[in-house]
C-alpha cells in the first residue's frame, strides 16, 4: 500500500453516522479511488471523516487564534481554515486519479510495444493479458481484472470494454478500443507499434512544450523564497518609523514558520505537478554496493561502511562544536551522508551503462541469432564487452550448463544486472524462447523499446536536471545570502529604533531549515526516490545555515566589497 492509499485509510478511519452527502458524490469519489488504483475505500466514510477531520483541525486552530487575534478575525480563520482543509480532502483523489492516469499514459506507449511482440510471436491473446497483468505497468492491475473476468466466463470484448469505462483518459480509451478489434479481426500488431510510437513522439513533443514554462516556475520559486521573506523584513525593520505599532514577535515567527513555507510548497508543488510523471526507481540492491565496497578494499559491507562514516563525521563535528566553530560544525554533519551517497551512487554506475549498452548488446543477438543457437548467442553476448550485460548473460550460461532451465537462468542473471530494462529484455527473450518464435524478432524489438524509453527518459532528465539545479543553489546559497544580507541591513535600515532583531536571526534558521526540507522532499519525489531527500537536506540544510551566517555577518558583503 503506498503512501496515498495509507492516508486516505487514515481519514475513512474516522466516519460520521449522519446521511450527509448525497449518492451521486459518493459515487464520484468512488470513481476517483477506482481510477487511482485505490478499491478498498468506503466512500461516505472518507467524506465524513474528511469533515470531520477538517472541523477538529480547524476548531484547534480557532482556540489558538484567540490567543493572538480579535473574536471576528478568529471566527473568519475559522471559517477559511475549514474550507481550505475539506476542499483539499474532496480533491486528494481526483488530483491523484489524474496522476496515476498520466502516469499510465506515459507507460502506454512500451505497454502496446510489448502487447505487439506477444501476439506477433503467437501468444494466444488471453495469454498476452495475462503476460501484461504480471508485469509493474499502472495498467497490469486492470488487465489482471480483466484476465479474471474472461476466466470466470466473460467475453474479451466485455472484459475490454469494462476496462475503457473505469478511466476518463481518451488515450487509453482508444489504445483499449484498438485491442478489441484486433482481437476481433484477427489482425497483426502494426496498429500497436504505430501508435506506440506516436505516443512516443507526442510525449517528446509535450516535454519540449514544456520547458518555457518551468523557467517562469524557477523565477517564481526565487521570489516566494527570497524576495518576499526579505521584503517582509525590511518593512519589519522599518515598521516603528512608519506604523504606528511595530510588528509583534509572533507575526515574525508566523511569516516564517508558516506564511513562507507555504508559499514556497505552493510554488515548487506546481513546478513538479508540471512534470511528466516517471514510474518509480528500480530498488538499488545492497547485494551491488557489498561488491562495490569489496573491490574497494572494504570487506565489511554497507552497514559498517555506514557505521565508520557517521562515526567520523560526528567525531570531526564534536571537535569543532568544542571550539565554537558553528560552521564547521555544520559542514561535518554532512560527511557521513555525502561520503555514502557519492559511493552509493559509484556502485550502481554500472548498472547505468550497462543501460546504455544494453540496445547494442541485443542488436549484436539479433544479428548473430539465425547462425547460433541460443547457448552459442549466450556465449557471444558473455564475451562480447558490453559491461555488466555480458556478465549477466555469462552467468545465464554457466546455470544452464549445470541445468538450470531457460527462465531460470535469465533470472539469476537478472540480479546481477538489476535493471527494469534489463529485466524487461530478458522477459522477451524468455516468452520467444519458449514459445519457439523467431528470437530475432524478439530480440530487435526489444532493442527498439529500450532506444525508445531512453528518448522519453533523457527530454524528462533534461527537464529535471534544471529545476533541480535551480532549486538546489536557490535552497543553499541564494536564498540565506539575500536573507543574510537583509539582516545584516536591518538595524540601519531602522535607525537603531527596531527591538525584533533577536527575533529575526532565529526566525531565519528555522525557515531556512523549513525550506531545506520542503525542497528536498519535492525534489526527491519529483525523481521518484524519497531516499534522496535525506542526502539533499544533508547538503543543502548545513549549506544554508553557513551561508546566512556569513551573510548575516556581514562577511559576504566585506568579501564582494
Not at 466485455?158 to 482481437?183: F, N, Q, V
Not at 537478472?414 to 524487461?424: A, T
Request: proline letters at 3%.
Amino acid at each position: 500500500m503506498g503512501f496515498s492509499s495509507r492516508a486516505f485509510a487514515f481519514v475513512s478511519r474516522f466516519p460520521l453516522k449522519i446521511p450527509i452527502f448525497s449518492k451521486s458524490s459518493e459515487q464520484k469519489l468512488l470513481f476517483h479511488f477506482t481510477a487511482a488504483g485505490i478499491g478498498k475505500i468506503d466512500a461516505k466514510a472518507y467524506l465524513t471523516g474528511s469533515l470531520f477531520i477538517s472541523s477538529v483541525l480547524s476548531i484547534a486552530a480557532f482556540a489558538v487564534s484567540l490567543f493572538f487575534l480579535t473574536l471576528l478575525e478568529s471566527t473568519a480563520g475559522l471559517l477559511l481554515c475549514f474550507s481550505l482543509l475539506f476542499a483539499a480532502f474532496l480533491l486528494a483523489p481526483q488530483a491523484a486519479a489524474s496522476r496515476r492516469t498520466k502516469l499510465a499514459e506515459s507507460q502506454l506507449p512500451f505497454l502496446l510495444r510489448e502487447l505487439a511482440v506477444y501476439i506477433d510471436i503467437g501468444l494466444a491473446f488471453e495469454k498476452c493479458m495475462e503476460k501484461i497483468a504480471e508485469k509493474d505497468y499502472v495498467l497490469s492491475n486492470e488487465f489482471l481484472r480483466a484476465f479474471k473476468s474472461i476466466k470466470s466466463g466473460s467475453t474479451v470484448q466485455s472484459a475490454l470494454a469494462d476496462m475503457s469505462s473505469s478511466t476518463k483518459s481518451l488515450t487509453i480509451k482508444r489504445a483499449i478500443l484498438m485491442l478489441s478489434s484486433i482481437y476481433e479481426t484477427g489482425a497483426k500488431a502494426e496498429s500497436l507499434k504505430r501508435t506506440a510510437e506516436e505516443l512516443s513522439a507526442s510525449q517528446l513533443s509535450q516535454m519540449r512544450t514544456q520547458s518555457s514554462r518551468f523557467s517562469l516556475l524557477a523565477i517564481l520559486f526565487i521570489a516566494a523564497s527570497a524576495l518576499i521573506p526579505s521584503f517582509f523584513t525590511v518593512f519589519a525593520a522599518v515598521s516603528p518609523m512608519i506604523l504606528s505599532s511595530p510588528f509583534y514577535e509572533w507575526q515574525i515567527w508566523l511569516a516564517f514558520l508558516f506564511i513562507f513555507p507555504v508559499l514556497n510548497f505552493v510554488t515548487l508543488g506546481t513546478m513538479f505537478l508540471l512534470l511528466p510523471p516517471a514510474r518509480e526507481q528500480a530498488p538499488k540492491h545492497s547485494r551491488i554496493f557489498d561488491e562495490y565496497l569489496k573491490e574497494k578494499g572494504f570487506s565489511y559491507g554497507r552497514q559498517a561502511f555506514a557505521l565508520l562514516l557517521t562515526a567520523v563525521s560526528l567525531s570531526f563535528a564534536a571537535f569543532f562544536f568544542a571550539s565554537q566553530n558553528l560552521v564547521l560544525f555544520a559542514l561535518s554533519l554532512c560527511i557521513a551522508p555525502a561520503a555514502y551517497s557519492v559511493a552509493s551512487y559509484l556502485s550502481h554506475r554500472q548498472v547505468q551503462q550497462a543501460e546504455l549498452l544494453l540496445p547494442d548488446a541485443l542488436y549484436s543477438a539479433a544479428s548473430t541469432h539465425k547462425l547460433l543457437s541460443a547457448e552459442k548467442m549466450l556465449l557471444f553476448l558473455s564475451k562480447a564487452g558490453f559491461g555488466r550485460v555480458s556478465e549477466a548473460f555469462g552467468i545465464a550460461l554457466r546455470r544452464q550448463k549445470t541445468g538450470e532451465s531457460f527462465s531460470d537462468s535469465l533470472k539469476a542473471a537478472y540480479l546481477h544486472c538489476p535493471s527494469p530494462l534489463v529485466k524487461r529484455a530478458f522477459s522477451l527473450l524468455v516468452v520467444s524462447y519458449e514459445t519457439g518464435a523467431n528470437m530475432y524478432f524478439a530480440l530487435r524489438e526489444a532493442a527498439q523499446d529500450v532506444v525508445s524509453f531512453f528518448a522519453l527518459v533523457r527530454e524528462r532528465s533534461a527537464l529535471l536536471s534544471v529545476q533541480r539545479y535551480t532549486i538546489l543553489a536557490s535552497s543553499s546559497v541564494l536564498v540565506p545570502a539575500i536573507l543574510g544580507a537583509v539582516v545584516f541591513l536591518a538595524p540601519s535600515l531602522s535607525g537603531g529604533q527596531g527591538t525584533l532583531f533577536s527575533s529575526l536571526v532565529p526566525a531565519c534558521q528555522a525557515y531556512l531549515l523549513i525550506n531545506a526540507l520542503v525542497s528536498s522532499l519535492l525534489l526527491s519525489f519529483a525523481e521518484t526516490d524519497l531516499k534522496k531527500s535525506a542526502m539533499y537536506f544533508a547538503f543543502v540544510a548545513p549549506l544554508s545555515q553557513v551561508t546566512f551566517l556569513l551573510s548575516s555577518s556581514g562577511a559576504i558583503d566585506l568579501f564582494l566589497a
